[in-house]
């Protein structure tokens, strides 16, 4: 009996990985983990059994899950790998123990009621509150908003239209969001039949690339000049060309910077607007001040630009808890700018009357705060820039699905604009 119990738990929790590991082809085993799962959660065990096999099925689906920020403090961050161990063990164990916790009270719940309805009922309600904790509050006692969104069990479904269509019939009933109807999709398709959208894909890397903003900015116009903008000029009433978070990783509002936008101008028709992520330096009280930026650029001039709201802790910001800390420092921030928050928390580009919300990179975990912005200023499309360049490719397919996701949550088109590919997620109506 123990050692079938024990059995289940590791399949369980191995489906639950590899559902998210080989998301594109596996996806669907997340059903069979949660199958399993309930089966588990409904026996008779002692308490000490019941705790053990949530901290081993919490160890398993953080472990394989989080291999993605191995890889990140490994080739990317200037932490001692001793260090980085201690980290990652502790996460392990805290995650382990709040899944034994998960697994104790769920235990407790479910044995209560007899009726197997109900039963089903309270699994997935237990089941809902302990990843809304984990989206939301992984490590509260970091930052208060300091979540892990992309280990949502919905996220691997995300690509199955029959998933889709009953988050869509949910929003009829008010279960879900519902930003989209059949007006918005003439509105898009019309936008669409009007401006041409082409990517341009980075040709710099955004971490250690050792070129100044000249030679930079130079092989961004190569690349701008080989895309033949000019056959598009007649055809379209506007060209939109658009580019990932840090495409351009230099503070382009600066003076020194000019010269490049008038580099660019020569090569981009008078009908083209270029929104590129990049950065914005300003002085603020006498204190100068960084920002991950979206600029709108025409004809050589900066038009407008949104600021990044919600900064990615020891990337961008540092957490209030560590901020006097050096490990803090070490991990990522070591030698590097720290991003401000913006005054400017509500900023919306229109482009033909077509109001368009621009988010950068964690900013779409903010489900909330998105769906509020595009409903006071009726947003019919959000532009997600991110630099996905960072991540394993397994990793950057989880982000893609939870695009889907959101998309279909919020019932409004997202255009995905990695470092590898642009992508137009719609609802499925």
């Given at each position: 009996?123990?050692?079938?119990?024990?059995?289940?738990?590791?399949?369980?929790?191995?489906?639950?990985?590899?559902?998210?590991?080989?998301?594109?082809?596996?996806?669907?085993?997340?059903?069979?983990?949660?199958?399993?799962?309930?089966?588990?959660?409904?026996?008779?065990?002692?308490?000490?059994?019941?705790?053990?096999?949530?901290?081993?099925w919490g160890i398993i689906i953080f472990?394989?899950?989080?291999?993605?920020?191995?890889?990140?403090?490994?080739?990317?961050?200037?932490?001692?790998?001793?260090?980085?161990?201690?980290?990652?063990?502790?996460?392990?164990?805290?995650?382990?123990?709040?899944?034994?916790?998960?697994?104790?009270?769920?235990?407790?719940?479910?044995?209560?009621?007899?009726?197997?309805?109900?039963?089903?009922?309270?699994?997935?309600?237990?089941?809902?509150?302990?990843?809304?904790?984990?989206?939301?509050?992984?490590?509260?006692?970091?930052?208060?908003?300091?979540?892990?969104?992309?280990?949502?069990?919905?996220?691997?479904?995300?690509?199955?239209?029959?998933?889709?269509?009953?988050?869509?019939?949910?929003?009829?009933?008010?279960?879900?969001?519902?930003?989209?109807?059949?007006?918005?999709?003439?509105?898009?398709?019309?936008?669409?039949?009007n401006n041409k959208i082409i990517y341009?894909?980075?040709?710099?890397?955004?971490?250690?690339?050792?070129?100044?903003?000249?030679?930079?900015?130079?092989?961004?116009?190569?690349?701008?000049?080989?895309?033949?903008?000019?056959?598009?000029?007649?055809?379209?009433?506007?060209?939109?060309?658009?580019?990932?978070?840090?495409?351009?990783?230099?503070?382009?509002?600066?003076?020194?910077?000019?010269?490049?936008?008038?580099?660019?101008?020569?090569?981009?028709?008078?009908?083209?607007?270029?929104?590129?992520?990049?950065?914005?330096?300003?002085?603020?009280?006498?204190?100068?001040?960084?920002?991950?930026?979206?600029?709108?650029?025409?004809?050589?001039?900066?038009?407008?630009?949104?600021?990044?709201?919600?900064?990615?802790?020891?990337?961008?910001?540092?957490?209030?808890?560590?901020?006097?800390?050096?490990?803090?420092?070490?991990?990522?921030?070591?030698?590097?700018?720290?991003?401000?928050?913006?005054?400017?928390?509500?900023?919306?580009?229109?482009?033909?009357?077509?109001?368009?919300?621009?988010?950068?990179?964690?900013?779409?975990?903010?489900?909330?705060?998105?769906?509020?912005?595009?409903?006071?200023?009726?947003?019919?499309?959000?532009?997600?820039?991110?630099?996905?360049?960072?991540?394993?490719?397994?990793?950057?397919?989880?982000?893609?699905?939870?695009?889907?996701?959101?998309?279909?949550?919020?019932?409004?088109?997202?255009?995905?604009?990695?470092?590898?590919?642009?992508?137009?997620?719609?609802?499925?109506?």
């Open positions: 009996m123990k050692q079938n119990t024990l059995l289940k738990t590791i399949i369980s929790g191995l489906l639950f990985s590899f559902a998210f590991l080989f998301i594109d082809y596996l996806g669907f085993l997340i059903i069979f983990s949660l199958i399993i799962l309930y089966k588990i959660l409904t026996k008779n065990l002692s308490t000490k059994k019941i705790i053990s096999y949530g901290f081993i472990g394989t899950h989080l291999i993605w920020l191995y890889e990140l403090f490994i080739s990317k961050s200037s932490c001692n790998i001793y260090i980085f161990f201690i980290i990652y063990i502790f996460l392990l164990f805290y995650s382990g123990a709040l899944s034994a916790i998960y697994f104790y009270l769920s235990n407790k719940i479910l044995l209560y009621f007899k009726n197997i309805y109900l039963k089903i009922l309270l699994f997935f309600i237990n089941l809902y509150l302990f990843f809304y904790f984990i989206i939301n509050y992984y490590l509260f006692f970091i930052d208060k908003n300091f979540g892990y969104p992309f280990i949502n069990p919905l996220i691997p479904l995300a690509r199955y239209k029959l998933f889709l269509s009953l988050i869509n019939v949910l929003s009829v009933f008010g279960i879900t969001s519902s930003l989209w109807d059949n007006s918005n999709k003439i509105n898009l398709d019309n936008f669409f039949k341009v894909k980075p040709v710099i890397s955004s971490f250690n690339n050792n070129y100044n903003a000249n030679t930079a900015g130079l092989l961004v116009y190569n690349e701008l000049a080989s895309l033949n903008l000019e056959q598009y000029k007649n055809k379209y009433k506007n060209i939109i060309l658009v580019s990932p978070e840090t495409f351009f990783p230099y503070f382009l509002n600066l003076d020194n910077k000019q010269d490049i936008l008038k580099l660019w101008a020569n090569i981009l028709p008078n009908n083209s607007m270029f929104l590129l992520g990049s950065q914005r330096e300003c002085c603020d009280n006498n204190k100068t001040k960084y920002f991950q930026t979206v600029y709108r650029v025409e004809q050589g001039r900066i038009i407008e630009y949104y600021d990044k709201k919600h900064r990615v802790w020891f990337v961008e910001k540092n957490p209030r808890l560590l901020k006097n800390l050096n490990l803090n420092n070490i991990l990522y921030l070591d030698e590097k700018n720290k991003f401000s928050k913006p005054k400017n928390l509500n900023k919306i580009f229109k482009i033909n009357n077509f109001n368009i919300a621009v988010y950068i990179c964690s900013e779409l975990f903010f489900l909330k705060d998105i769906k509020q912005e595009c409903e006071q200023n009726r947003v019919k499309l959000i532009f997600f820039l991110v630099n996905d360049s960072w991540f394993l490719n397994y990793f950057k397919k989880n982000m893609q699905n939870f695009v889907y996701l959101i998309s279909n949550r919020l019932n409004i088109p997202i255009l995905y604009v990695g470092h590898k590919e642009m992508l137009l997620v719609k609802p499925i109506l």
